[in-house]
């Protein structure tokens, strides 16, 4: 007996009144015999319900009994459903189940909720960019997380694949990029999902520590992991009507230290080696100036010669007087 069908059953006498074991049946994709056989389950169980023989009968909360199972007020339903309206993804898991939910809820809520579940779309995929594919492995997870199932995991990273015991504790989705925080044997480890070539549910179960929390955790895989990508940082001048543009580019990797007194504003742009660093302020040549460290600028340069050597020996190809001064061409 599933107790989240006698739950949508209860909240269905609640809402409706009086239903018959056909509407309950029909309502939640279940056989009328099963509908039945729920009914009589609540009716022994305790709960306040009783069946009315007859034309126009049905089964019943007795006295007119209320079951308030969600506890949901107007601005909560509302709230619900606009998260979870517009984060179906078209999953018709996702979607039947808000069908159910709203035709549970008390007869006032159900129209500003459908209303809500419908008044926001998000489209995950940035401008010019692919949507990216949920990994299938996702579903099996959610399952693993979940039941508290063991997995057997076959993990690739740097061209190398291992095989892993692991039990599940959460999944996080950061842009559509999924990761995993287990146990191991080596205690915690955090797995992107993407990577993880094969997984097997096993019949062993486990128990998630009891001071585990998920987000917790993340926070603290987040902040060590911009720890290891800001690893250099240069020193960096730029216009003020050009920083805002840089800033969005870099993310928390670009840090405002003010401005200068020739009127430009100084920043610190961070990532895990000189040579990214270089890499990521390359083209913003005519508007930047690195003042340090020493490794960024000579990685800069090197960044500099190494285009000139590639497109100035073309035919008609003349390198200006004054980069050929600086690369030494």
Known sequence: ?????LVATLLLMQTRGRVTAAEIAEELEVSVATARRDLEALSTAGVPVYPQP???GGWQLVGGARTDLSGLTAPEARALFLLTGSATGGEPEVKSALR??????PQTFRGE????ADAVVIDPARWGQ???TRPATVTLLQQAVVERR???IDYERSGQRTQRLADPWGLIDKDAVWYLIAGTERGKRTFRVDRIAAAQLTDETFDRPADFDLSAAWDAVVGEMEQRRAATAATVLISAELLPVLQHQQGRHCEVDGPVPDGRVQVRVTAPTPNMVARQ???W???????????????LLRLGHELVQRYSDRPGSAVPPAISSVVGT
């Not at 007996?1 to 069908?5: E, H, L, Q, T, Y």
């Not at 159910?100 to 809820?105: E, G, M, Q, S």
Request: glycine fraction near 10%.
């Open 1 to 5: 007996m599933r107790a989240d069908r």
């Open 150 to 152: 063991r997995v057997r």
């Open 285 to 299: 040549a005519p508007d930047i100036e690195v003042l340090g460290p020493e490794p960024v600028r000579a990685e």
């Open 281 to 283: 302020l390359a083209g």
């Open 113 to 116: 909720a459908q209303a809500a």
């Open 54 to 56: 007859g034309r126009g």
């Open 130 to 132: 692919h949507d990216r």
């Open 100 to 105: 159910k939910l709203v035709r549970a809820l």
